[in-house]
Each structure stands twice: as structure tokens, then as C-alpha cells.
């Protein structure tokens, strides 16, 4: 059998390897979450709604949702609606960072969802779940109570 000449060094090698075995799974396991998800109830017939709420993002390292989809709706995309020479112009985000200990608040006349073409007449009360994509692989899923325009 072999002996080493520098047992200290396998030592150091061990411990930075194992470092960096574990570190990516702590980063992989903090994750941002939804608060205050809501999605406002449209006229009925309606092809599209709005959904609104807080993510946050209280991890060490940014994180960027690239795309959204609902098993309730033909189709999720983050929104963006802003004032442009007096006029409210709406324009997709294709992709929302939010910062370490920081969050995205999508409100109406802001940051929004819009959920279209509802697979499924909806009602008040009732919840629509949203998975959300995240850059570098990894999804949230964001849970949102469907109210009538007016209990906002």
C-alpha cells in the first residue's frame, strides 16, 4: 500500500470538493415564492384575465423567470403596461430578474400576467394555478385566487 507524503493535502482536497458538491444543492433549494395571488375575473366569455401579485425572491443569488404557463389557460405571459407619450401601452416581458432579498410586484397598470384563452369558465373563489420557468432549469408554482373585479 501506498502512503501519501502530504496527508493534510488529501484532506484540503476532500473538504473542497465536498464544498462543492453541496453548495449548488443549497442554491438549487432556495427558491422564490408567490404571495398574494390573484387573478381578476373578466366579463363572462372574456378570451383573457389579469393576474397580479408579489414574488419574492429571498435567496442569496438573482433569479429569472423566463416563461409561465396554467393547466387552466391556453397560454401565461408576464406583461408590462406603461405610460408612453400620455398613452397606456402594454408590451410583453420576455423575461422578469428580480434581485437577491428583493421582489416583483405585478399590480394592475404594472408588472401582470396575462392568462388567455380559459380552458374553463371560471369563479370567484375559486384558485388557478401558475408554474412559473425559471432560467438555469427549475419551475415555481404560484397559486391564485380568481375575484370579481370589484373585491380587489
Known amino acids: 500500500m501506498k502512503t501519501l507524503r502530504h496527508p493534510w493535502l488529501a484532506g484540503l482536497a476532500f473538504c473542497l470538493l465536498s464544498a462543492g458538491a453541496f453548495a449548488p444543492a443549497f442554491a438549487r ?44 389557460f391556453g397560454s401565461v405571459e408576464l406583461h408590462e403596461t406603461r405610460l408612453v407619450d400620455g398613452v397606456n401601452r402594454m ?23 396575462m392568462l388567455m384563452r380559459p380552458h374553463a369558465p371560471l369563479q370567484a373563489g375559486s384558485k388557478v394555478v401558475v408554474q ?15 375575484r370579481k373585479p370589484n373585491a380587489l
Open 132 to 146: 412559473f420557468e425559471l432560467a438555469g432549469g427549475g419551475t415555481l408554482l404560484g397559486e391564485f385566487e380568481v
Open 29 to 72: 433549494d432556495c427558491q422564490p415564492q408567490l404571495r398574494e395571488g390573484w387573478v381578476r375575473l373578466g366579463p363572462a366569455g372574456m378570451p383573457m384575465m389579469a393576474g397580479f401579485g408579489r414574488i419574492e425572491n429571498r435567496c442569496k443569488a438573482p433569479v429569472t423567470i423566463t416563461g409561465a404557463s396554467s393547466p387552466a
Open 91 to 113: 408590451r410583453a416581458v420576455p423575461e422578469l430578474r428580480i434581485a437577491p432579498d428583493d421582489a416583483a410586484v405585478l399590480k394592475p397598470g404594472g408588472l401582470h400576467l
